[in-house]
């Protein structure tokens, strides 16, 4: 077991999976020679060629659209998008394209492509570099999203959606890239050596897609979050000292009900917190999932903690990052309801 941050853990698994399988192809903008913007995949060109490892031009909708190709014909391509925020061009392929391409030809074809990408803020990127479209890929029906928060759940789902037969979006929080985050805007984006990062073992491993996991546990209520969020919420419980569970969602498409709906059957109050945008954000959906399977044994109404209703600002970006007071004033006024 190594101990290893996000980074290094996502490496691992390209590492892992361009030598255990030939049809394994990366593709993206400088991930090559450059080894991408977060050094995600430094190395990997030297190692495996520019064949296996391409460095594309600055053009999504074709990286997507190459990325399908490749996998109609027997290859495995994990393309990456430089940020969440410029996955837009390449929206279309994935919609039109490879989400219903199983449906269309009656699973006569099917490209099992994976699509990783950075996401959230944190790191002072202002609105073109800060964003959380999950909600937006949740809602097509045809591909499996998911988001890690650690080391070890990041290595083992990405080498299960690289191996995954259906189409995933692999979104990364680029806030904990380096290391945990508590939802201090003083402590720096990068270098948290101090902090522990996780036991990642250094081989092959897969984490199921579609269950969620119990990131502390408690009995009072139950936050259910996912990404940079599991570490913000259980730094708030913390140091509200409140005995709260934390669930981390992990994939949210298959959502893993079960797990959401046991706790909070069993704590009776349940808070939502998600980094992106509010209104229509994937919180609603939990939301209603979670009271439609828990409605007799809620003892107060849903609560949730989310961004502004806003695009993500570069000057106000800690108003606007749900950190770890806003959790506090909400798990607080929730713990209280009557």
Known sequence: M??????????????VMLARDPAVVLLGEDIGYFGGVFRVTDGLQR?????RVIDTPIAEGGIVGAAIGMGV??????AEIQFADYIYPGYDQVVSELARLRYRSASAFHAPVTIRTPCGGGIRGGQTHSQSPEAVFAHVSGIKVVMPSNPYDAKGLLIASIEDEDPVVFFEPKRVYNGPFDGDPEKPATGWAEHPLGEVPDGHYTLPIGRAAV?????????????????VCIAAVEALGADVEVIDVRTLVPLDID????????????LVAHEATRFAGFGAELSASIQEACFWSLEAPIARVAGWDTPYPHAFEWEYFPGKLRVMRALRALLEAA
């Not at 190594?2 to 590492?15: F, G, I, K, P």
């Open 2 to 15: 190594a101990r290893m941050n996000m980074v290094q853990a996502l490496n691992s698994a390209m590492d």
């Open 47 to 51: 190692k495996y060629g520019a064949h």
């Open 73 to 78: 014909n027997g290859l495995r391509p994990v």
């Open 215 to 231: 990131a502390r546990a408690g009995n009072a209520a139950t936050i259910v979050t996912y990404g940079t969020m599991v570490h």
């Open 259 to 270: 797990t959401l709906a046991a706790s909070v059957s069993r704590t009776g109050r349940c």
